[in-house]
């Protein structure tokens, strides 16, 4: 069994991002195991707490722990990634050394209405997983754009979107088994 944390930096209800990452699992073999990490109880990183962290932040940092790779997926805030994924992403690297993050194989994907589809978010957020040493699926890129058929009535994807977000997975879950530790 593979195991994926599925990062979603989004914590609206109605995230389209959240609609996303749920139809990437419906795309996945049965063998492929996803676990959703909760970031929404996290507080504001502060290294003064690093010898004692918050017990969400040790969750968190257990969950990555736990899984063989990482789904980001991601909206577009201000032309970056949100202010809570980054505070996560801080918390499960500290503290200097003791990284949750290090070495595992991560995918980036994001989609939003706007023409962009998340890629100046994803170009930051691809910078931060680099220096987190993660290494992290290059092609394809994927910056979808929300239509009026991307997803269907199920939450599952349209047939517009599901071809390449099919292919996108297929690749990620081949680079994750070139590269599980």
């Given at each position: 069994m593979t195991s994926i944390a599925m990062i979603v930096g989004s914590l609206r209800a109605e995230s389209i991002n959240r609609q996303l990452a749920v139809a990437i699992t419906r795309l996945a073999p049965r063998e492929v195991e996803f676990t959703w990490p909760d970031l929404s109880a996290l507080p504001l990183y502060n290294q003064d707490d690093d010898p004692n962290p918050p017990e969400a932040a040790v969750a968190l940092k257990q969950a990555i722990r736990d899984a063989d790779g990482v789904i980001f997926v991601s909206p577009e805030y201000n032309r970056s990634i949100s202010g809570m994924l980054k505070n996560a992403?801080?918390?499960?690297?500290?503290?200097?050394?003791?990284?949750a993050w290090a070495g595992k194989p991560a995918a980036v994907?994001?989609?939003t209405a706007g023409m962009s589809g998340t890629a100046m978010a994803q170009q930051h957020l691809r910078n931060v997983l680099a220096a987190l040493d993660m290494p992290t699926?290059?092609?394809p890129e994927a910056f979808l754009r929300l239509r009026e058929d991307t997803f269907t009535a199920d939450d599952g994807l349209g047939e517009t979107s599901r071809p390449f977000v099919q292919k996108w997975l297929d690749t990620y879950l081949a680079f994750l088994a070139r590269n599980i530790g």
């Open positions: 992403l801080d918390h499960a690297s500290r503290p200097y050394g003791k990284s994907i994001g989609i699926l290059a092609h």
